[in-house]
């Protein structure tokens, strides 16, 4: 359960529909952009926390409204693919093929960078993150700054991160001037992050999966702290890995196994937890929902359409968040969309994972 921190408000952060007033909206958003102010902005992926991506004192007051440790950078997003030459040195052999595939969309390329791209972005390293975004909002809002806009995801954090507009009013309101409501995002999980300094790498999953990377260029790495906490004097690919991320006030506890093996460990997790007191919650699948009837639970989705389960993911976890002091997460195979869903959830539960295909 969570607690509202007091805090003096710095803006009345104003709220505009994407639907009803596109064009009033993204033009009140570009001039803030323009004039070094920060703006929300829905994305297919999670809503961004936006400024100007070439002003260094812009990009600073985007750390500042987060409480984002600035050695972690953020992503430029750009409007139309050719934008991409003036922030990268060059574009690596496989870049051209990926962009005319993926792009727009939910995949960000890492490459060397140039000149003009502040070291606040990047957060000194000589190498920068860029996407061309799908959402229709989100690229009118870029073409109208004239400018890349430097974003990370619009949460506090720490926190999920957001995929509606009242998320990011629930944990920035006063911090920004302005948040433009486009709905709920589409995939609900932030984009695939891949290197193509060196051999290309995913340093985190998200809906272009590996496989589909992999049939275009070849071979493709994962990062092994995919799946796995950073170890100690270990140096972080993404240095968005070194994070607790994603998590929730509840303890979340992550439950892996068959649906049944699953259902049967998490209803006994919750009985125990009942007993010592507390108010458990669980995050369950189309598949294992017979067995919780008469407790407290919501569907994420399909175990078969891991994509269902990454677009609620977030969002039940912040709702369950509000009533609930431990949450009881299925797992799922780490293959293909799986691996982002995941990724996320093993974050959220700093780890602590319960495989119930073992028995004890
Ligand atoms: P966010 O959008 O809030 O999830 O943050 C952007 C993510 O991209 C973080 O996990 C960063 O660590 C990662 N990222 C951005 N730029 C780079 C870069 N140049 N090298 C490695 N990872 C990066
Ligand atoms: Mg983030």
Redesign the pocket.
């Known amino acids: 359960m969570r607690r509202q921190q007091e805090e003096t408000p710095e803006y009345r952060t104003e709220i505009i529909s994407a639907i009803r007033q596109e064009e009033a909206g993204t033009i009140q958003a570009a001039k803030l952009i323009q004039a070094g102010e920060l703006v929300a902005f829905p994305t297919e992926t ?1 809503y ?1 926390l936006g400024a100007d991506g070439l002003n260094a004192e812009a990009v600073k007051k985007i750390f500042v409204a987060k409480g ?1 440790p600035s050695d ?4 430029e997003h750009i409007a139309k693919k050719s934008d991409v030459r003036q922030l990268w040195r060059k574009i690596p052999k496989q870049a051209q093929l990926l962009m005319d595939t993926f792009w727009p969309g939910p995949l ?1 390329l ?1 490459a060397q ?1 140039s000149d003009c791209v502040p070291d606040e ?3 000194g ?1 000589d ?3 860029v996407r061309m975004p799908q959402n229709k909002t989100a690229r009118a809002l870029i073409s109208k700054s004239g400018v890349p806009i430097a ?3 619009a ?1 506090r954090s720490g926190r999920p ?1 957001p995929t509606t507009a009242q998320h990011v009013k629930d944990d920035l309101d006063g911090r920004i001037p302005l948040i433009i409501d486009g709905g709920s995002c589409k995939y609900g999980l ?2 695939t ?1 891949l ?1 193509l300094v060196g051999e290309p790498t995913i ?2 999953p998200g809906a272009i999966t590996r496989e589909m990377l992999a049939a275009l260029i070849g071979e493709v790495r994962v990062a092994e702290s995919i799946l796995k906490p950073m170890q100690e004097g270990e140096t ?6 070194k994070y607790l991320h994603y998590s929730p006030n509840a303890e979340v506890i992550a439950v892996l196994g068959n649906p049944e093996q699953t259902a049967k460990r998490v209803l006994a997790l919750y009985r125990k937890a009942e007993a010592e007191g507390k108010t458990p919650e669980i995050a369950a699948t189309e598949q294992t929902k017979p067995f919780y009837k008469g407790k407290r639970f919501v569907v994420l989705g399909d175990r078969n359409e891991p994509e269902t389960l990454c677009a609620s993911l977030f969002s039940a976890l912040r709702d369950m968040d509000e009533r609930a002091d431990m949450i009881l997460a299925e797992g799922i195979p780490a293959e293909d969309e799986g691996l982002a869903y995941m990724n996320r959830l093993l974050r959220a539960a700093g780890f602590h994972v319960i495989d119930a295909s073992q028995n004890g």
């Not at 972080?236 to 890995?241: D, Q, R």
Request: glycine share 6%; no cysteine; charged share 10%.
């Open positions: 999670v961004g984002r972690n950078p953020l992503i960000t890492i960078k972005v990047t957060a390293l190498t920068v993150a974003a990370p995801s949460n991160s932030e984009s992050v290197s340093l985190r972080a690919a993404s240095p968005g890995m």
